[in-house]
Protein backbone atom coordinates (compact mmCIF):
# COMPACT_ATOMS: atom_id res chain seq x y z
CA UNK A 1 0.00 0.00 0.00
CA UNK A 2 1.12 3.50 -0.73
CA UNK A 3 1.53 6.59 1.79
CA UNK A 4 -1.61 7.68 0.62
CA UNK A 5 -3.49 5.54 2.33
CA UNK A 6 -2.94 6.76 5.49
CA UNK A 7 -3.32 10.66 4.44
CA UNK A 8 -6.77 11.05 5.75
CA UNK A 9 -6.39 9.29 8.83
CA UNK A 10 -3.25 10.93 9.90
CA UNK A 11 -4.85 14.20 9.11
CA UNK A 12 -7.73 13.38 11.43
CA UNK A 13 -5.24 12.35 14.10
CA UNK A 14 -3.21 15.84 13.65
CA UNK A 15 -6.70 17.46 13.63
CA UNK A 16 -7.83 16.01 17.13
CA UNK A 17 -4.66 16.03 18.85
CA UNK A 18 -4.20 19.71 17.70
CA UNK A 19 -7.75 20.11 19.44
CA UNK A 20 -6.83 18.50 22.65
CA UNK A 21 -3.66 20.46 22.77
CA UNK A 22 -5.59 23.76 22.21
CA UNK A 23 -8.78 22.62 24.76
CA UNK A 24 -11.66 23.47 21.71
CA UNK A 25 -14.42 21.77 21.64
CA UNK A 26 -13.60 19.50 18.01
CA UNK A 27 -17.17 18.06 17.95
CA UNK A 28 -19.05 21.46 18.89
CA UNK A 29 -16.73 22.85 16.17
CA UNK A 30 -17.66 20.28 13.72
CA UNK A 31 -21.05 20.56 14.50
CA UNK A 32 -21.22 24.46 13.72
CA UNK A 33 -19.28 23.42 10.56
CA UNK A 34 -21.61 21.10 9.43
CA UNK A 35 -24.70 23.05 9.87
CA UNK A 36 -22.86 26.05 7.93
CA UNK A 37 -22.62 23.26 5.45
CA UNK A 38 -26.41 22.58 5.18
CA UNK A 39 -27.69 26.78 4.75
CA UNK A 40 -25.04 27.23 1.72
CA UNK A 41 -26.37 23.60 0.36
CA UNK A 42 -29.85 25.01 0.44
CA UNK A 43 -28.84 28.40 -0.62
CA UNK A 44 -27.09 26.59 -4.05
CA UNK A 45 -29.34 23.42 -4.81
CA UNK A 46 -31.48 25.98 -6.63
CA UNK A 47 -29.06 27.41 -9.06
CA UNK A 48 -27.19 24.22 -9.26
CA UNK A 49 -31.14 22.36 -10.35
CA UNK A 50 -31.43 25.46 -12.83
CA UNK A 51 -28.16 25.00 -14.45
CA UNK A 52 -28.52 21.27 -14.84
CA UNK A 53 -31.88 21.53 -16.82
CA UNK A 54 -30.77 24.49 -18.67
CA UNK A 55 -27.92 22.28 -19.96
CA UNK A 56 -30.08 19.52 -20.73
CA UNK A 57 -32.57 21.87 -22.38
CA UNK A 58 -29.70 23.03 -24.25
CA UNK A 59 -28.50 19.55 -25.41
CA UNK A 60 -31.99 18.37 -26.27
CA UNK A 61 -32.80 21.08 -28.41
CA UNK A 62 -31.12 20.73 -31.35
CA UNK A 63 -29.28 24.22 -31.15
CA UNK A 64 -25.83 22.60 -30.86
CA UNK A 65 -25.86 20.95 -34.24
CA UNK A 66 -27.09 23.95 -35.62
CA UNK A 67 -24.33 26.07 -34.02
CA UNK A 68 -21.75 23.53 -35.06
CA UNK A 69 -23.14 24.00 -38.68
CA UNK A 70 -22.87 28.19 -38.56
CA UNK A 71 -19.28 28.16 -37.01
CA UNK A 72 -17.73 25.35 -39.16
CA UNK A 73 -16.02 27.70 -41.96
CA UNK A 74 -14.67 30.10 -39.06
CA UNK A 75 -13.01 26.59 -37.49
CA UNK A 76 -11.14 26.30 -40.25
CA UNK A 77 -8.90 29.74 -40.03
CA UNK A 78 -7.86 28.75 -36.94
CA UNK A 79 -6.96 24.83 -38.20
CA UNK A 80 -9.58 23.89 -35.30
CA UNK A 81 -11.58 20.20 -36.24
CA UNK A 82 -15.10 21.01 -37.01
CA UNK A 83 -15.59 17.43 -34.67
CA UNK A 84 -14.47 19.60 -31.52
CA UNK A 85 -16.55 22.36 -31.86
CA UNK A 86 -19.98 20.73 -29.78
CA UNK A 87 -17.12 19.88 -27.05
CA UNK A 88 -16.40 23.68 -27.38
CA UNK A 89 -19.50 24.79 -26.78
CA UNK A 90 -20.40 22.42 -24.18
CA UNK A 91 -17.13 23.12 -22.20
CA UNK A 92 -18.25 26.55 -20.81
CA UNK A 93 -21.84 24.93 -19.73
CA UNK A 94 -21.05 21.75 -18.19
CA UNK A 95 -17.88 19.12 -17.00
CA UNK A 96 -19.84 16.32 -17.17
CA UNK A 97 -21.39 17.01 -20.72
CA UNK A 98 -17.79 18.47 -21.97
CA UNK A 99 -16.08 15.15 -20.65
CA UNK A 100 -18.63 12.90 -21.84
CA UNK A 101 -18.78 14.41 -25.33
CA UNK A 102 -14.44 14.49 -25.45
CA UNK A 103 -14.02 10.82 -24.26
CA UNK A 104 -17.02 9.74 -27.49
CA UNK A 105 -14.62 12.12 -29.39
CA UNK A 106 -11.29 10.29 -28.46
CA UNK A 107 -13.05 6.85 -28.82
CA UNK A 108 -14.05 7.68 -32.45
CA UNK A 109 -11.22 9.43 -33.98
CA UNK A 110 -8.49 7.62 -31.53
CA UNK A 111 -6.55 9.45 -28.72
CA UNK A 112 -2.93 9.93 -30.56
CA UNK A 113 -5.81 11.63 -34.22
CA UNK A 114 -5.48 15.40 -34.50
CA UNK A 115 -9.32 15.49 -32.93
CA UNK A 116 -8.68 13.22 -30.12
CA UNK A 117 -5.27 15.41 -28.88
CA UNK A 118 -7.56 18.87 -29.74
CA UNK A 119 -10.04 17.53 -27.62
CA UNK A 120 -7.85 16.31 -24.89
CA UNK A 121 -6.33 20.28 -24.81
CA UNK A 122 -9.50 21.75 -24.99
CA UNK A 123 -10.70 19.34 -21.76
CA UNK A 124 -7.62 20.35 -19.59
CA UNK A 125 -6.85 24.12 -20.75
CA UNK A 126 -10.48 25.79 -20.48
CA UNK A 127 -13.06 25.79 -17.80
CA UNK A 128 -16.84 25.63 -16.69
CA UNK A 129 -17.85 29.11 -16.47
CA UNK A 130 -20.93 29.05 -16.70
CA UNK A 131 -21.21 26.50 -13.89
CA UNK A 132 -18.45 28.10 -11.79
CA UNK A 133 -20.63 31.68 -11.86
CA UNK A 134 -23.68 29.93 -11.14
CA UNK A 135 -22.98 28.19 -8.11
CA UNK A 136 -19.76 29.65 -6.57
CA UNK A 137 -21.17 33.32 -7.00
CA UNK A 138 -24.79 32.09 -5.73
CA UNK A 139 -22.81 30.52 -3.03
CA UNK A 140 -21.20 34.48 -1.46
CA UNK A 141 -23.89 35.77 -2.53
CA UNK A 142 -22.63 38.01 -5.73
CA UNK A 143 -25.69 39.38 -8.17
CA UNK A 144 -24.16 41.10 -10.51
CA UNK A 145 -21.91 38.97 -12.54
CA UNK A 146 -22.13 40.52 -15.98
CA UNK A 147 -18.12 41.48 -15.77
CA UNK A 148 -16.91 37.89 -14.41
CA UNK A 149 -19.10 36.40 -17.29
CA UNK A 150 -17.46 38.46 -19.97
CA UNK A 151 -14.24 37.99 -19.24
CA UNK A 152 -14.69 34.36 -18.04
CA UNK A 153 -16.25 33.39 -21.71
CA UNK A 154 -13.65 35.75 -23.28
CA UNK A 155 -11.11 33.90 -21.72
CA UNK A 156 -13.25 30.66 -23.28
CA UNK A 157 -12.91 31.72 -26.83
CA UNK A 158 -9.44 32.60 -26.52
CA UNK A 159 -8.21 29.25 -24.75
CA UNK A 160 -10.10 27.21 -27.28
CA UNK A 161 -8.64 29.33 -30.53
CA UNK A 162 -5.49 29.22 -28.63
CA UNK A 163 -5.85 24.91 -28.19
CA UNK A 164 -6.60 24.98 -32.19
CA UNK A 165 -3.32 26.75 -32.89
CA UNK A 166 -0.77 25.19 -30.47
CA UNK A 167 -2.46 21.41 -31.56
CA UNK A 168 -2.04 22.22 -35.04
CA UNK A 169 1.30 23.83 -34.51
CA UNK A 170 2.53 21.07 -32.38
CA UNK A 171 0.78 17.65 -34.14
CA UNK A 172 -0.53 19.09 -37.48
Same mark, same amino acid.
Given at each position: ??????????????????A???????? %????????EG??????????????I?????????????????????????F?IE??????????P??????L????????I??? %?????????????????????????????????M???????LL? %????????????????G
Open positions: MGVGVYIVPIFLLVAFAMFINRTAAF %DDFVDGAKIISVKEIIPNLVGMVGTKVFLASGILDTLAGMLAPVLGINAATLPLMILRLSGAASSFASELIQHGP %DSLVGRLASVIQGSSDTTLYIITIYFAAIGIRNRYALNLGV %DVVSLVLAGVFVSMFF
